[in-house]
Each structure stands twice: as C-alpha cells, then as structure tokens.
C-alpha cells in the first residue's frame, strides 16, 4: 500500500480489535408510553421505503446455556414452548394487521433464536406457514431455520430439506473437545461434523458459526477448526468471542477457572488466518462475519438495505428488530412475553428511535458490514457528503489505509476489514 504512514503503522492501527459495533440493543433505552405510540404510528402508515424486509420469529429456548452466551434464553419446556408459540403467532398477527407491514414485502423467512431446532418439524412447519398465509411474501423467497448440532437431528433436517427450507445456521462453535466441554457445548466434535456433513448431503445451504479468541485457545486449534470448517464445505460466521459480563465465562475468567484468553496480537493474527484460508479457499468476506462461497449472501435485500429496509423479528428476547428509525428487541422472559401478548399489547422492552444523526452514524456502519457507503445516496437522504460531515475521520481512516474513497462510494480496504468494527466506532456518538 502506498502512503507516508509506514506498513507496520498501518496494521496496527489500532491496540486492539473491537468485537461489537455501535448500536446494539443493549443501549437501546427502555420503552415508554411516547416511544409506544411514535412506533404505533409508523405501523399506522404505509411502507414507502421499497426495501424489502426480513421476516423472523424467534425461539428463545435453549437445551443448555452456552457460558459465552449474553443471550437471555429460556430453558426448554415443551408445555411453555406450546404456550409460546400461540402467544408468538398472536404478535405476528398484530404486525400483520398494521397497514405498515400490510404494505411491506417479507424475502426470508428467518427461524432465529435460541434454538428454533429444538421445535418439531411439524411446529416449524406450522409457524412458517402462519408467516406465509399473514404476510406478504416475494414469489422468490427463502427459508432458514438456525439450530443446534444437538437438536438438528438427521430425520429433522430430511423433512426440513423436503419442506423447501434453503439454510440451516448452525452453531458449531468449534471443533475442540477441550474448549467444547469448557464452554458448555453438549455435543462432542465428531457428533457436530457428523450433523453437519449430513445437511450438506441434503443439499443444505449450511452456515455454521465458528468462534476465536476463546479462552485458551492456541493459533492451532483455530487453524483446525478453520480448517474443518473449509473440509465440510459450509459457509462460515466467524466471531471473536465476545466475553460479555453477564455470561457465565466472564466470572469463570474473573475467577481464574479458565485459562486467559488470547492477547490482542494473537486475537489479530486468528482473524487474518482466518482471513487468507478462507480466501484462498475461494471464500469472500460478506455482513457482519461471514465468508461465504453463496451468491445469494451477497444479495440479499435485507443486508443491501441496511439501516433502510427492515427486519421484523418477533419472540421473546428478540434483539435485531428495526423499522425505519426505529430500533426494538422484545421482553427476555418468556413468561412475561406470553402475559404482555395476551394483554393485546406489542411485547417490546427496549425501543429507540434514531434521529437524522444518528441514521448518518448508522450508514456509516455499512463498512462495517462490509458494504460501499454511497456518497450521493447520503447526500440525497441528508443534504450534505459523508466527507462534509465526518472529514476527521475519512481523512483519518484513508490516511492509515482502511478505507478508499472514490467519486461514487467509500469502501474498506482488505487491511480495513480486519479493523471494520474499530472503524465503525470512528462514527460513534460517544466514541
Ligand atoms: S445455543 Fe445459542 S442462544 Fe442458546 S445458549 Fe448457546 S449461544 Fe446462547
């Protein structure tokens, strides 16, 4: 790369890596009355916004808990689970009614959770059929169900495969035994393969997560799983951990019952491992952390639209909800989901409506999910460039060689995509 910054100067550009952009639901702030009713009147108009959503039911049930897991899931109940799928197919019926969503477009059917896997097939066929019969639904539409290699057993995936269901998202995790065990994973490593191999043979697009940065993990147990994973011929998301105080890995680290976790350099150098195996593999980085092999990833109209179109998720403990401005995830306990359903009322906890500064922010993020920012898309939605509004940190990023910037757009470099999340937090409020 070309510059006055040296190259050793430009690959750390940063101490560390950040794991978790800016904007999540945990900051959302908590709902109320005003903020209630601002979002009944969106749903009160029509969706002129001509992006095309995702539709996504939630299943917040888990057999066990994952110790990284910030998720709040609720442990397996099949009489709960009944209650909870009535109460989800109630809520769905309450967006369905709205002119917003009467005039919305739905391509992906998601499943997310939690462990929608843990449903019967005969459940999972029930609740996407409710979606297709209330909502509007592209003539080319796909179906993914995410689950884990516990519960996705073989005669599941058979009669999901039949049903039309285009993708399974698996957690695999890792394919360590050791680093298994330590993180709760019920399954051995082999049993994972083994469940995923058999998706694959069905004809499967198959995703599976894949973690780093975990504690104790070596650069060459990464490199195996990394491996493996290229092995099974499946897509691949892949996280660093990310070690959130309210998991149970967290005190375990604190308490010293674990080993560390990797320092910042190894952390770095498992990404760019990654990186370059999965590229030279044939794989191409895409969203937030996937390398994917799949056309259809890189098109997909939800992605595309980001922060535009929409997603329209609905369960308990859903986080990723966004409409318009507006950002929303639901009641965590699936008790008082249920209660809050059957009192007629949209089960929303947390809802934050952006304002025109905060949407600028917002596509900022499209670097970070490794999409082009469109200087005269910006400039047509808020009267100015990106270059106008944020010169600091354009003149910044290009100068240490994460970014390019052209007549048209601005784009990560391939020495931005290691630094994408730190790049997001360049446009943070409170950086
Ligand atoms: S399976 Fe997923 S949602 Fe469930 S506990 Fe593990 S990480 Fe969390």
């Not at 049930?61 to 899931?73: A, I, L, Q, W």
């Not at 910037?405 to 446009?427: M, P, Q, S, V, Y």
Request: aromatic letters at 10%.
């Amino acid at each position: 790369m070309k510059g006055s910054i040296p190259e050793t100067e430009r690959e750390n550009a940063y101490s560390s890596r950040e794991t978790w952009p800016p904007y999540t639901y945990m900051d959302y702030p908590d709902i109320t009355a005003e903020t209630y009713n601002s979002f009944m009147e969106l749903l009160s108009t029509e969706n002129t916004s001509n992006k095309v959503m995702e539709l996504q039911p939630w299943i917040s049930f888990c057999e066990s808990k994952c110790t990284f897991c910030f998720y709040s899931v609720n442990p397996y109940s099949s009489t709960l689970l009944e209650l909870y799928l009535k109460a989800l197919k109630k809520e769905l019926d309450m967006y369905a009614k709205t002119k917003y969503i009467q005039t919305s477009e739905f391509d992906e059917i998601v499943l997310g959770g939690g462990t929608p896997s843990l449903l019967s097939i005969d459940q999972m066929i029930d609740l996407i059929e409710y979606c297709k019969k209330n909502f509007n639904i592209t003539e080319e539409y796909m179906i993914k169900v995410s689950g884990s290699t516990r519960s996705f057993d073989e005669k599941k995936l058979v009669a999901a495969a039949e049903y039309g269901v285009y993708q399974v998202d698996i957690g695999a995790q890792t394919f360590d035994n050791k680093l298994r065990k330590m993180l709760n994973l019920p399954d051995s490593a082999e049993h994972a393969e083994q469940v995923i191999k058999t998706a694959r043979k069905l004809g499967l697009c198959t995703c599976i997560d894949i973690l780093f940065n975990i504690p104790g993990q070596t650069l060459e147990s990464w490199i195996d799983t990394v491996k493996k994973a290229i092995e099974l011929d499946v897509e691949v998301d892949c996280y660093s951990i990310n070690v959130h105080p309210r998991t149970v890995l967290d005190k375990q680290l604190k308490a010293g019952q674990v080993p560390p976790q990797p320092d910042p350099e190894l952390e770095k150098k498992m990404y760019a491992t990654a990186y370059e195996l999965f590229t030279q593999a044939g794989y191409r980085p895409v969203g937030h952390d996937r390398f994917s092999r799949v056309e259809w990833h890189f098109k997909e109209n939800c992605l595309n639209g980001w922060p535009w179109a929409g997603i329209l998720t609905t369960g308990s403990g859903c986080i990723m909800g966004y409409l318009q401005k507006f950002s929303y995830s639901n009641i965590e306990s699936a008790k008082d989901y249920i209660a809050a359903v059957n009192e007629g009322r949209l089960p929303i906890a947390k809802l934050s409506k952006s304002t025109d500064q905060d949407m600028m922010r917002k596509v900022m993020t499209k670097l970070y999910i490794r999409l082009p920012v469109d200087k005269q898309e910006f400039k047509e939605r808020f009267g100015k460039l990106p270059e106008e509004v944020y010169p600091e940190q354009l003149k910044r990023l290009k100068e240490k060689g994460l970014i390019e910037i052209n007549e048209k757009e601005i784009r990560l470099t391939k020495l931005g995509d290691l630094w994408k999340a730190n790049i997001a937090w360049e446009f943070a409020e409170n950086k």
